[in-house]
């Protein structure tokens, strides 16, 4: 399945996030993946903690890409993009844009892709019910 709809959350480079250049560090990132992640599933009705809990299901980072294109610098706002790229029984990809707060400048761009296991580590599929939330527009 494919899902062409996105959510933004906005952010700020904080100093703590920057090299001594005061660029934004590559490692942060995956940082602003992971809140554009948890913010998608809210705006899809549930947070990510509450899947955890009522289904025993984890979303288990499996492989990481990040394309960096230009400098984020230190207090710099910038949003994060984020939508499904693809949703499979046992695996879901999110691919994230770091953009400047109008849109037109792409700081990065990226994926990650997550395999769903129980408590154990073990494969398992996602209950149907946060498949049918992640694919829905709000």
Known sequence: MKNLIYTECSLRVRY???DQMGVA???????WFEVGRSEFCRQHGFS?????RNSGRFLVVAT???????????????VV?????ELRRRTVTFAYEVLDPQGEKVY???ETTHVVTDREGKPK??????GKLLMESR
Do not use: W
């Open 16 to 18: 703590a996030e920057t």
């Open 25 to 31: 560090y590559h490692g942060s990132y995956l940082v």
């Open 48 to 52: 990510y903690q509450e899947m955890e």
């Open 64 to 78: 990481v890409q990040c394309r960096y294109l230009a400098p984020l610098r230190y207090d710099n706002e910038f």
């Open 81 to 85: 993009r984020t939508r499904i790229k």
């Open 108 to 110: 990065a761009q990226g």
């Open 125 to 130: 599929s996602l209950p149907e019910y946060y």
